[in-house]
């Protein structure tokens, strides 16, 4: 069975950085664009970044851009945002994704395969 498991959420004061990793298992998302979204307490999730199959390609919200960064590691089969300059409005529980296929995408229908989820809490 096909599993995503995100770690490396925690608290962290505005200004900060943390490190969130997602790791696969049951299959490989080596070839598969991976994505990045974050639900915040009463709102609806929203995309945070994406990266296509092979690397080439990422794409970031703009309250993200610049601050936030994307990488993968198909060896390992994980995928990595870093964060950083964080904000009180980056508090959220964020998910790792999974798509079929290789090509990046914001849109959070286009994926079958979720984590559980892993909590950010940004203070000021």
């Known amino acids: 069975q096909a599993q995503l498991v995100e770690s490396g959420g925690g608290a962290v004061q505005a200004g900060g950085s943390l490190r969130l990793s997602c790791v696969a298992s049951g299959r490989t998302f080596s070839s598969h664009a991976m994505g990045w979204f974050r639900q915040a307490p009463g709102k609806e999730r929203e995309f945070v970044a994406t990266?296509?199959?092979?690397?080439?390609?990422?794409l970031y919200a703009d309250s993200v851009k610049g601050r936030f960064t994307i990488s993968r590691d198909n060896a390992k089969d994980t995928v990595d945002l870093q964060m950083n300059s964080m904000k009180r409005e980056d508090t959220a529980v964020y998910y790792c994704?999974?798509?079929?296929?290789?090509?990046?995408?914001?849109?959070?229908?286009?994926?079958?395969?979720w984590g559980q989820g892993t909590l950010v809490t940004v203070t000021s």
């Open positions: 990266i296509s199959g092979s690397g080439g390609t990422t």
């Open positions: 994704a999974a798509r079929t296929s290789r090509l990046a995408n914001m849109f959070p229908y286009e994926y079958g395969y």
